[in-house]
């Protein structure tokens, strides 16, 4: 940050003088929003980008478990009353309540997050599938939400308990904080943030000028409250999570073209973890994952605006360690929300693995890589977290969503409930599964088009004048078939991503006629051409079962065929922590492991489970069943020197939870809200010897409450 306070100095003339040399002039059309064409946004990239995704309303998703999601989540959005998310936003700008309040976290600290995801996913649905309702409670929300700050006359509006105490106190730079509070506040700055972004969706996909109009009033807001801290109480307010703020002023500033909201966004940079990234220093272990993946995000949009390569380092980097480090087979990150050591995770399997809004975000930063680098690599983790971490995150049924994805040996998914939830992960649930098209299709800089993922769509090139129909069953089947429908030639490369899980190359065809092709250095095979109406491209895929391992334990392993990881279905109860979790008693599991039929993606273990054999399927096809991803591996050998030890310590594993009254696991943010801890100013998270904890010194403390059962004692 020694750059930001070097031009503090300077005035604030002079720093948009400096800001304004690094451009070379306005755009033509890309979008605030990974680039977009959008003639409304004056400041384009400043980098060679290489790919551009197609707006949401050029893609249609066809039938498939994709459409089944978004139609889920379409009923859900539009079920949920817009005057019960605006409650408390009435409630602080002193106008009359139209409704009660939602539960859970809306009731809570965290109060308004929902209604910012919720303009986002509602203004993605709009623009997906043209339905005015959507488009209708959007207008609704952002005139309320006009209403609302024209009351408050500050240019801020919002729905945070107590927020005029907590802004105030930061404004006498006077910050508090323990951890996820500031000023006593639930961590704030996450909350403005989400609302700014779905207002920023409802001006983007509607093109809602009156959103841009209150986004921008709380930016001046958000400039005037910040810009005068010194660094140090800047940075101190910055130690509490504060979603992607730097990411929705870089965005704000890319639409308006006014410097000020790029340099608000830069003041919304840390030294502890963006600093470590710039110098290729993973920061991540013991840290709380969901708080940092946006601000890698954040360093992507700048280095877009700014050519910073700083922030190229940070996002890339990011992206490399967490990805190749931190993440699980489902492409997922964090236990009890934190990440760990590198490449430690075997230790690391709970019904807390995996929260939802890390891969929500790491999805976004992905999509920002690709655009500028558009690579197979890229494509497919996309793809890997797509299928077996968003999509297995909805209930297939009731549409509800999971907060994290459990990954302990006989565990299950935990889906929230319609009305009383709104946690974080029900917020961004809401915008994944409106979403499903914007990444399956790019737009090269060389006019050529990139076929990312392999989902039943169609897109509507409009400045090739070109359809293109992809008709797959994919992953039931190993082929996918894309259809050309255009009113005259057209001439560009096609570019289909070669997974890593074929191994084989690709057989591709044209009209029924194989085609030799190259893969370029990205890993996309490349078929240069003059396309005509009626084309017609099939890609088979060599699709075959496989196991991943834990990067630190070669005989736990999970099973693949193709990007979707299988989970082993364990029953509608719970199993026994001894029994009822089989092991594999074969070195080579692969042969023993036959399809159910080929139009499923079932199988079946065949005498190599101990207590059992186990049918396995999808975990994205898993609602309410107990299940296992990961299994311990024995041969037979291995297993007579291992079972006692192994069978005492899950009995042991048994008894501790049959004896537990209350968990709490310290340092952690949302078990410290749930009993309600209370700690002074000098009391802060740490973590040691791989687990997280709290610390008070110089006469500090903390309390809190732990639960004990009716008239017993504890001993």
């Known amino acids: 940050m020694r750059n930001i306070h070097c031009v503090k100095k300077m005035g604030l003339a002079t720093m948009v003088l400096l800001l304004s040399l690094m451009h070379t002039g306005k755009v033509k059309g890309q979008s605030y929003l990974a680039f977009k064409k959008d003639p409304n946004v004056k400041i384009s990239p400043i980098n060679n980008i290489k790919a551009y995704p197609f707006p949401l309303k050029d893609v249609q998703v066809l039938n498939g478990p994709f459409l089944h999601a978004m139609k889920l989540d379409s009923g859900y959005i539009l079920s949920l009353v817009p005057n019960r998310l605006l409650y408390r936003f009435y409630k602080n700008a002193g106008l009359p309540v139209k409704d009660s309040i939602y539960g859970g976290w809306e009731s809570d600290g965290l109060s308004g997050h929902t209604l910012g995801h919720y303009l986002s996913a509602a203004s993605m649905m709009y623009a997906t599938n043209k339905n005015k309702d959507f488009k209708n409670k959007v207008n609704y929300i952002v005139a309320e939400l006009a209403k609302c700050q024209e009351a408050r006359k500050t240019g801020y509006v919002g729905g945070i308990p107590n927020e005029d105490t907590l802004w105030a106190k930061i404004k006498r730079s006077e910050i508090k904080s323990s951890g996820f509070d500031l000023n006593g506040a639930w961590s704030p700055w996450y909350t403005v943030h989400k609302v700014m972004a779905g207002l ?11 959103a841009l109009l209150v986004a921008t009033k709380m930016a001046d807001w958000t400039y005037q409250l910040v810009y005068p801290l010194s660094d140090s109480v800047r940075l101190k307010m910055l130690n509490c999570e504060y979603g992607g703020m730097n990411e929705v002023l870089a965005n704000i500033y890319a639409v308006t073209g006014n410097q000020k909201y790029l340099i608000a966004s830069q003041l919304f940079q840390d030294d502890f973890v963006m600093g470590k990234l710039a110098h290729q220093i993973d920061p991540m272990p013991g840290k709380h994952s969901n708080t940092n993946v946006p601000k890698a995000i954040a360093a992507a949009r700048q280095f877009e605006l700014t050519g910073s390569k700083k922030d190229s380092i940070i996002a890339s980097f990011f992206w490399k360690s967490m990805v190749q480090n931190h993440s699980y087979v489902i492409g997922g990150n964090s236990n009890y929300e934190y990440c760990g050591d590198p490449s430690k995770l075997n230790d690391r399997l709970s019904d807390a693995t995996c929260e939802t809004c890390n891969t929500y975000n790491m999805l976004k930063l992905t999509r920002h890589l690709f655009s500028w680098n558009p690579t197979a690599q890229l494509g497919d983790y996309y793809e890997r977290a797509l299928y077996n971490h968003i999509l297995a995150s909805q209930h297939s049924k009731t549409g509800m969503m999971t907060y994290f994805m459990p990954l302990r040996m006989g565990t299950a998914k935990q889906f929230s409930d ?22 399956i299709y790019f737009e090269g800089n060389d006019e ?7 989902i039943p769509s169609l897109l509507r ?7 293109i129909i992809q008709t797959t069953s994919f992953p039931l089947n190993n082929e996918s078939q894309i259809t050309f429908r255009t009113k005259q030639p057209q001439k560009f490369a096609l570019k289909i991503r070669k997974p890593a899980w074929s191994q084989n190359q690709l057989l591709i065809t044209v009209n029924g006629i194989k085609v030799d092709y190259k893969l370029n250095e990205q890993g996309f095979a490349v078929l240069q051409k003059t396309w005509k109406d009626k084309d017609v491209v099939k890609i088979i895929f060599d699709m075959h079962l496989y196991t991943e391992t834990m990067p630190d ?3 736990r392993i999970a099973f693949l065929y193709g990007p979707i990881v299988l989970a082993g279905k364990l029953g509608a109860t719970i199993p ?12 080579n599991p692969i042969s023993k492991i036959t399809k159910q039929n080929a139009n499923t993606l079932e199988f079946n273990w065949n005498q190599i489970g101990k207590p059992m054999d186990v049918q396995m399927a999808p975990l994205y096809s898993i609602n309410d069943d107990y299940y296992s991803v990961y299994w311990d ?17 899950k009995q042991r594993i048994k008894e501790i939870e049959q004896r537990t009254i209350d968990l709490f696991r310290i340092g952690e943010m949302q078990p410290e809200r749930d009993h309600q801890l209370i700690a002074t100013e000098k009391s802060y998270v740490s973590d040691a010897v791989g687990r997280m904890g709290r610390e008070a010194r110089l006469n500090n403390n903390f309390h809190f409450l732990m639960q004990q059962l009716p008239n017993t004692p504890c001993n």
């Open 448 to 454: 050529s088009l990139y076929v990312n993922l392999f």
């Open 461 to 467: 090139w409009e400045r090739k004048n070109t359809q």
């Open 633 to 649: 591996k024995f041969t037979t050998a291995e297993w007579a020197n291992k079972e006692k030890e192994y069978e005492a310590e």
């Open 200 to 210: 920023m969706d409802a001006y983007f996909y509607l093109n809602n000028q009156q």
């Open 553 to 555: 334990n070669l005989n």
């Open 576 to 587: 026994d922590p001894v029994f009822g979790t089989p092991v594999i008693m074969d070195a």
């Open 418 to 439: 319609s009305i009383h939830t709104f946690t974080c992960c029900v917020g961004s649930g809401l915008e994944n599964h409106s979403k499903y098209g914007e990444s």
